[in-house]
Nanobody, 123 residues
Framework: QVQLVESGGGLVQAGGSLRLSCAAS????????MGWFRQAPGKEREFVAA????????AYADSVKGRFTISRDNAKSSMSLEMNSLKPEDTAVYYC????????????????WGQGTQVTVSS
């Protein structure tokens, strides 16, 4: 089993940057592909980015491509999401998730989820 804890959310002005982190616990956490999803009020949870277990493969939603960068450090059992040029529409609760199948864009293909961290971008 894998436990995930997100951190790094907060309030930032449009055009600013934030770095989210996801700490994973569990002996086999490095075997899991990981991803970031977000959910804004009244909207469905949507895919943001994903990274393979060894970090060699990544995927991004079109809405964040070129602005967000996903990375991981298996030695530290952690994953990060560097978010630049933030826009008000990036405002959401951001969740990290893990799965054994690989880089996936569909939420229900992930087995483990964190509690989420709020990101608010003011205009």
């Amino acid at each position: 089993q894998v436990q995930l804890v997100e951190s790094g959310g907060g309030l930032v002005q449009a055009g600013g940057s934030l770095r989210l982190s996801c700490a994973a616990s569990g002996r086999t956490s490095s075997r899991y592909a990981m991803g970031w999803f977000r959910q804004a009020p009244g909207k469905e949870r949507e895919f943001v980015a994903a990274i393979s277990s060894r970090g060699g493969s990544t995927a991004y939603a079109d809405s964040v491509k070129g602005r967000f960068t996903i990375s991981r450090d298996n030695a530290k059992s952690s994953m990060s999401l560097e978010m630049n040029s933030l826009k008000p529409e990036d405002t959401a609760v951001y969740y990290c998730a893990a799965n054994l199948m690989g880089v996936r864009r569909i939420a229900n293909e992930y087995d483990y989820w964190g509690q989420g961290t709020q990101v608010t971008v003011s205009s």
